[in-house]
T-cell receptor, first 115, second 110 residues
Framework: EPEVTQTPSHQVTQMGQEVILRCVPI?????FYWYRQILGQKVEFLVS????????KSEIFDDQFSVERPDGSNFTLKIRSTKLEDSAMYFC?????????????FGPGTRLLVL | GQQLNQSPQSMFIQEGEDVSMNCTSS?????WLWYKQDPGEGPVLLIA?????ELTSNGRLTAQFGITRKDSFLNISASIPSDVGIYFC??????????FGKGTRLHILP
């Protein structure tokens, strides 16, 4: 069964460093998402991406964050200058179509630790 | 803003027991989603509900969309060890972004 993959599974970085989290969505999907889950808390929406541009973003997704689809398969989340509070699990998801009727398939996540 | 409140926060049950958890909101939702998150994994959609009063099953799982559209429950019958995990309710807010509850953590005692 097709699945969303994410790399790396874990990343430790110093505060102020840039990180890029990578995702390979399911190949025929058109909508892509990033979510964040701080340890022990709920999953929070960050951004959705369609047709090579951001379609929605939350207030968490400030100027330090950016997303890109650099080629036909990868979808990346960049954090320019990490802060301690960016430590979280970051999930990528994809769906074939937008809208709530369509299942979003989540990847296994990247655990980011900012020291 | 719109919030989803889940209860209980965690549950400890014996294998074979039935489980019930619920999700409420002060505002109306037009879609209710139930996800399960295994340790170290991403959330997986279990059941989606689209109509008030709808009752939907997926194997041993049953979920209902409340008539008021402000609540939903998830039942698991005859629990097994692999049911362990965190169960999240979720739904699209007025901006059509999915928001999640804080989850109900299910533990199964040996």
């Amino acid at each position: 069964e097709p699945e969303v993959t994410q790399t790396p599974s874990h990343q430790v970085t110093q505060m102020g460093q840039e990180v890029i989290l990578r995702c390979v969505p399911i190949s025929n999907h058109l909508y892509f998402y990033w979510y964040r889950q701080i340890l022990g808390q709920k999953v929070e929406f960050l951004v959705s991406f369609y047709n090579n541009e951001i379609s929605e973003k939350s207030e968490i997704f400030d100027d330090q964050f950016s997303v890109e689809r650099p080629d036909g398969s990868n979808f990346t989340l960049k954090i320019r200058s990490t802060k301690l509070e960016d430590s979280a699990m970051y999930f990528c998801a994809s769906s074939g179509y937008g809208g709530m009727e369509e299942t979003q398939y989540f990847g296994p996540g990247t655990r980011l630790l900012v020291l | 803003g719109q919030q989803l409140n889940q209860s209980p926060q965690s549950m400890f049950i014996q294998e074979g027991e039935d489980v019930s958890m619920n999700c409420t909101s002060s505002s109306i939702f037009n879609t209710w989603l139930w996800y399960k998150q295994d340790p170290g994994e991403g959330p997986v959609l279990l059941i989606a509900l689209y109509k008030a009063g709808e009752l939907t099953s997926n194997g041993r799982l049953t979920a209902q969309f409340g008539i008021t559209r402000k609540d939903s429950f998830l039942n698991i019958s005859a629990s097994i060890p692999s049911d362990v995990g965190i169960y999240f309710c979720a739904g699209p807010n007025k901006d059509d972004k999915i928001i999640f509850g804080k989850g109900t953590r299910l533990h199964i005692l040996p």
